[in-house]
């Protein structure tokens, strides 16, 4: 099995391998692709992951910590083809680009490098990109607060439309509406029993209530989380930290105003006594 991406216990890292070793903690357990002139190479573990869903070559370049470095890579002129792959195959993928020329870098001196930042995060329900998208369905991003008492909270959206919708369900019922919902991804707070399959744990802290509040009405106006509930909010909360966090370099992104606005009546959830609040933001992640 190719190494993990770690500091290890050798002499000191080169300034390139300092560079991925920050990039890759910053992206986490997302697959780091970093541009490299002309291609997106990635190294170590994710460079194994990518060759075998991506079927290409697996290689080496130099040594880390007295081993090989095993290493993959993409053409940047046809990476969307590639990233679709990945991330249909359940992956999240964190491109790393040169966030200047090659030229500047060498002006500061021969052992300088280029200097690159994350400017994007693709996860299965965050795609904004026409081409990364699946036109036949939907790809949602759902979150669940699963409280171990009272109404849980369910949030999901459309992100490539801006179409939102935020409940408080039944517990017992949260698990037909995710299984109705089929989201491409679902957050889920780390430690709470029965997640499903596949979700995406975050820490419980991105479930606060209290800051989900704090964040949504520093964004969009005093009030805008009126009449949602402690279970709603939570849910609301991790999720709109979730499109933040990915969405760095997504299409429009800075370019927009999200304007997010709850209607001026809650109407009921097929089936169940617990309201739905639908929020349908007008013009928000939609390209100009």
């Known amino acids: 099995m190719p190494p993990a991406i770690a500091p290890g216990s050798g002499a000191a890292p080169t300034p390139m391998m300092a560079q991925l070793l920050q990039l890759k903690a910053e992206a986490g357990d997302a697959l780091l692709l970093m541009r490299m002139g002309d291609f997106y190479e990635a190294f170590f573990e994710d460079a194994a992951t990518i060759a075998g869903v991506l079927d290409i070559a697996l290689t080496h370049r130099g040594e880390h910590d007295g081993r090989p470095v095993p290493m993959c890579g993409v ?20 491109l790393a680009e040169q966030m200047e020329d090659p030229a500047e870098a060498k002006r500061r001196g021969s052992k300088a490098i280029v200097r690159r930042a994350i400017v994007r995060v693709l996860t299965p329900g965050t795609l904004m990109e026409d081409r990364l998208l699946d036109g036949r369905t939907a790809s949602l991003l759902a979150s669940a607060w699963p409280a171990p008492a009272g109404p849980a909270g369910l949030a999901w959206a459309d992100v490539s439309t801006g179409q939102l919708s935020v409940a408080e369900i039944e517990s017992r019922a949260l698990a037909d509406e995710l299984a109705r919902l089929a989201p491409a991804e679902l957050l889920w707070p780390q430690g709470l029993a029965g ?78 006594k617990c309201p739905r609040r639908p929020w349908f933001p007008p013009g928000a992640w939609k390209r100009d």
């Open 195 to 272: 997640a499903p399959p596949g979700a995406r744990g975050l820490p419980r802290a991105a479930f606060d209530s209290l800051e989900a509040k704090r964040r949504l009405e520093a964004r969009f106006g005093p009030g805008v989380a009126n009449g949602l509930g402690r279970a709603a909010l939570s849910a609301l909360g991790a999720l709109v930290g979730h499109v933040d966090a990915t969405a760095r370099g997504a299409p429009g992104r800075g370019r927009h105003k999200c304007g997010w606005s709850p209607p001026p009546a809650a109407r009921k959830t097929k089936g169940s």
């Open 75 to 94: 053409p940047v002129h046809a990476c969307e083809a590639y990233l679709a792959r990945l991330v249909r195959a359940g992956h999240s993928v964190a």
